[in-house]
């Protein structure tokens, strides 16, 4: 088994455990370049992290939803999605996104440097973060507490 194999086993197991909640906690702020050229996060307005890759069938089946909560969103809410990286490049992540009409600011995390700042252990990976980079909230899948915080900061 090759080394991206198992770091991306490693991943999908991982998804399968259920997260805790988490507890607000200092998180430093991030800057990274979109797939798309455009520097994020912009502004100060809270942020919904979701970590994907192509390949998780949990993190496909959410990006409808994804999708609309970016859509429906004002200044109140940035929605980021972060492509882990792992078995990916940036082009089949830019084809997946152009494929299906995605328009979210997308992230591709080429060296895990987000998924290490975050500790990612699994796809898919929600995490809320307030105006001040402070984590709130964090899930392996999309829950009802999770579509009801982001439908508060709408």
């Known amino acids: 088994m090759t080394h991206t194999t198992l770091s ?15 507890t607000p906690s200092n998180t430093a ?10 520097q994020l996060p912009e502004g100060d307005a809270p942020i919904y992290l979701k970590f994907w890759a192509t390949w998780c069938s949990y993190c496909i089946e959410e990006m409808p939803h994804l999708q609309d909560t ?3 969103t004002n200044d109140k809410l ?3 999605a972060v492509n882990v990286g792992f078995n990916q490049n940036i082009g089949l992540v830019r084809r997946y996104m152009q494929k ?3 328009t979210i600011p997308t ?10 700042q975050f500790k990612v252990t699994g796809t898919p990976t ?3 973060l ?12 999309l829950t009802d507490e999770l579509k009801q915080r982001l439908e508060a900061l709408k």
Do not use: P
């Open 8 to 22: 991306a086993a490693i991943l999908v197991l991982g998804s399968l455990s259920t997260l805790a909640h988490a």
């Open 29 to 38: 702020v991030f800057s990274a370049t979109s797939i798309t050229g455009k």
């Open 70 to 72: 970016y859509q429906d």
């Open 78 to 80: 940035q929605v980021i």
């Open 100 to 102: 299906h009409n995605y």
């Open 107 to 116: 992230i591709f995390d080429a060296q895990g440097q987000l998924v290490q």
């Open 126 to 128: 929600h995490i809320l």
């Open 130 to 141: 307030d105006s001040d980079g402070n984590e709130v909230y964090r899930s392996a899948l």
